[in-house]
């Protein structure tokens, strides 16, 4: 019903106009043709063409805008859900991973240069989450310029 809004409008607007100049005998048609007399009496008409123009394609501007932005809305609210969903995925794969840590320091053979890379990659792909979910603007080369790995100089 939303979608119809403008349209059930102008039905409604269309069918009062009806019945007013129905019942009150009041000729809007000739009405509406001696404003153009008096238009083109005073050289108004050669101003209204040029802005009707001017209105329809400012009108269809606006339409696209809002179009642009309805579908950039939906990017943003696909994208934030994917976000979520991918967090809570790596969020329980890093929980049991910390279960493996623990398991790992508590064996007293476990190489501790394997020990040290696990906390790298674990603090590499934290912060590669967190990048991921700071993006301001959503397009592919955005997304993967945040996941790239930042350079120590």
Not at 48 to 60: A, E, K, S
Not at 92 to 110: G, P, R, S, V
Request: charged fraction near 20%; glycine fraction near 2%; charge should be negative.
């Amino acid at each position: 019903m939303n979608k119809y809004k403008l349209s059930i409008t102008g039905l409604l607007v269309s069918v009062i106009v009806y019945l007013v100049t129905r019942f009150t005998k009041y000729d809007l048609f000739e009405n509406f043709i001696k404003a153009l007399q008096n238009f083109e009496r005073h050289e108004i008409d050669e101003f209204i063409i040029p802005v009707v123009i001017f209105m329809i394609f400012l009108l269809i501007e606006l339409f696209r805008k809002n179009q642009h932005l309805s579908v950039e809305n939906e990017k943003i609210k696909i994208y934030k859900a994917m976000l979520r969903s991918i967090h809570y995925i790596l969020n329980n794969f890093l929980n049991q991973m910390e279960l493996f840590l623990i398991t790992a320091q508590d064996i007293e053979e476990f190489p501790d240069d394997i020990l040290a890379l696990y906390e790298d990659i674990s603090k590499d792909a934290n912060a590669q989450i967190e990048a991921l979910s700071n993006i301001s603007s959503i397009n592919p080369s955005s997304i993967e310029m945040s996941i790239l790995p930042k350079s120590n100089g």
